[in-house]
């Protein structure tokens, strides 16, 4: 190495070891940037995993529900259904009754019919026994 080119070459090497000193506050100032983009990142992909797990957590209560709500819905169905059905025998019951009630008044209709006729005759004896004369009179 020769004394009268080092000069030179130490001023360049000085511009450079500035240049990299630059260089390395730019990077640590970029470093600093990108760790709090990271922080900042990491709270939104901490945010987004709590929106998700509240998102699932409201997803399986609904469900839940609905499981919940179908059973109540098919318990009332058959609430109701058992309920027509018992609507439906006490309907025949009614009906049957009716019918007895009808049969009923059938007979009785016949002899309220056999009675009229009975007393048509008792009041056609009585005429005969008015219109015939003498044998009647009180002596």
Do not use: Y
């Not at 529900?65 to 109540?72: A, I, K, Y």
């Not at 819905?73 to 019951?93: C, H, S």
């Amino acid at each position: 190495m020769s004394p009268e080119n080092l000069e030179p070459r130490v001023s360049a090497l000085e511009r450079q070891v500035g240049e990299l000193r630059g260089e390395v506050r730019a990077n640590k100032v970029e470093v600093a940037t990108v760790r709090e983009l990271a922080g900042a990142v990491d709270r939104d992909v901490s945010e987004m995993r709590g929106f998700r797990r509240a998102t699932v957590a409201g997803f399986n209560a609904l469900r839940a529900d609905m499981v919940d709500m179908r059973q109540d819905i098919t318990d009332l169905r058959q609430d109701m259904n058992d309920g027509f059905r018992r609507v439906d025998e006490q309907f025949a019951q009614v009906d049957e009754q009716f019918a007895q009630v009808g049969i009923g008044f059938a007979e009785m209709r016949a002899k309220f019919d056999m009675t009229a006729a009975g007393q048509q005759r008792i009041v056609e004896l009585i005429q005969t026994v008015i219109d015939t004369p003498g044998d009647n009179a009180a002596d």
